[in-house]
């Protein structure tokens, strides 16, 4: 029995045995299932088993069902699960652990039907290499300086979304659903608000001023949808709380892509950079100059090696979504609600500017 959240899950561990032999066909005995923890999404387990006499270890991991995010139903955790598995082996090689296999659990504990699937796992490669990002970051918050490999891991960051976005694709409907998800999806604005608690509980902001911020992004939508020459590939997910890690020799990993294979590369973009302003809030209570630097770094290299000036005047929603998950009181208990409400205000200044300017985040911070 393992749990999830607030469900338990029967695992029988000779019916886990025998699925694992079919995967390698050869010999298994498992070792342990062991709890690695659990976020807001997902829980995770290390699975140690031998098969053929080797060791093997691999971690499974069970999306949650009651945290909302749009995972309320088994078919949206099976979709999350089924279009990670593929993007996780379709990432640029080196970037990511392979995923070994998507499977269900039925009610007697095998893991054999779909039909009779109560719930869905995935098994990828356990990650032992490389260290989260946002260690590098609260070590420039330590310095209040950068040094020379700060900025070189900040433009092999903006490498790797140059790189990725270069793969176009010409398909008006992902466009269109991606810029729809960014409003609507669970785990998106909308989502993300629905997790608050009652904004009358608040007092670094109010349902009125929420309310306000969902019709600026409806308004920005249907200012962009149509930019359908703008779909590229994307991460999905690319924060530096253990999404991005590098090694000692600076070669990066990107973890967890997710969500959609395609969309609006402003999506990545905006994830990463509103870090570099969190983290200085966060630690200072403002925007102070080493990651206004590795701001203005990423997107003098983005911009320069992709072209993409538009993507400054189709950022503002973007940020809008990734200021409301940085602020979110759930998320980040410990930081100060005047360190929340600087967040909103450059939530409010940039879905009120026609352009963002990289170089005026600390002007978005003051209030509207």
Not at 58 to 69: A, I, Y
Not at 111 to 119: K, L, Q, R, T
Not at 234 to 261: Q, T, W
Request: hydrophobic share 40%.
């Amino acid at each position: 029995m393992i749990s999830v959240g607030t469900s338990k899950l029967f695992i029988d561990d000779l019916k886990l045995e025998g699925y694992l032999k079919g995967l390698y066909q050869e010999p298994v005995r498992l070792l342990g299932l062991d709890k690695l923890g659990e976020g807001f999404h997902n829980a995770g387990f290390l699975l140690k088993f031998l098969a053929g006499g080797e060791e093997k270890r691999l971690v499974m991991r069970v999306v949650r069902g009651d945290t909302g995010w749009g995972h309320d139903y088994l078919g949206d955790r099976a979709s999350v699960l089924l279009l990670q598995h593929h993007l996780f082996n379709a990432a640029p090689k080196g970037t990511c652990c392979r995923s070994i296999d998507v499977a269900c659990v039925t009610k007697g504990g095998s893991m054999v039907s779909v039909g009779d699937s109560v719930e869905f796992f995935n098994l990828v490669e356990e990650v032992t290499e490389g260290r989260p990002y946002v260690e590098d970051l609260f070590e420039i918050a330590k310095r209040k300086t950068l040094t020379g490999r700060d900025i070189k891991r900040c433009r092999i960051a903006a490498d790797y979304l140059v790189n990725l976005h270069a793969v176009k694709k010409r398909n008006d409907f992902l466009y269109l659903r991606h810029i729809r998800d960014l409003i609507g999806h669970g785990e998106m604005l909308m989502g993300v608000v629905d997790t608050y608690p009652d904004p009358r509980t608040l007092n670094f902001t109010s349902g009125e001023e929420i309310t306000e911020i969902e019709k600026r992004a409806v308004i920005w939508r249907n200012r962009i949808k149509y930019l359908t020459h703008r779909l590229s590939r994307i991460h999905g997910d690319y924060h530096p709380f253990g999404n991005i890690r590098f090694r000692d020799d600076d070669s990066m990993m990107a973890l967890d892509l997710a969500r959609e294979e395609f969309g609006e590369p402003a999506d990545d973009v905006s994830t990463l950079t509103i870090n570099y302003l969190f983290v200085s809030i966060w630690q200072f209570g403002d925007y102070i100059q080493p990651f206004k630097e590795l701001t203005e770094t990423f997107y003098r290299r983005y911009l320069d090696r992709t072209g993409d000036e538009e993507i400054l005047r189709v950022i503002a929603p973007f940020y809008a979504f990734r200021g409301l998950v940085v602020a979110h009181p759930l998320y980040y208990p410990e930081m100060e609600n005047e360190k929340r409400r600087k967040i909103f205000n450059f939530i409010k200044n940039v879905l009120d500017s026609e352009e963002f300017n990289p170089k005026e985040v600390k002007s978005y911070l003051e209030k509207p």
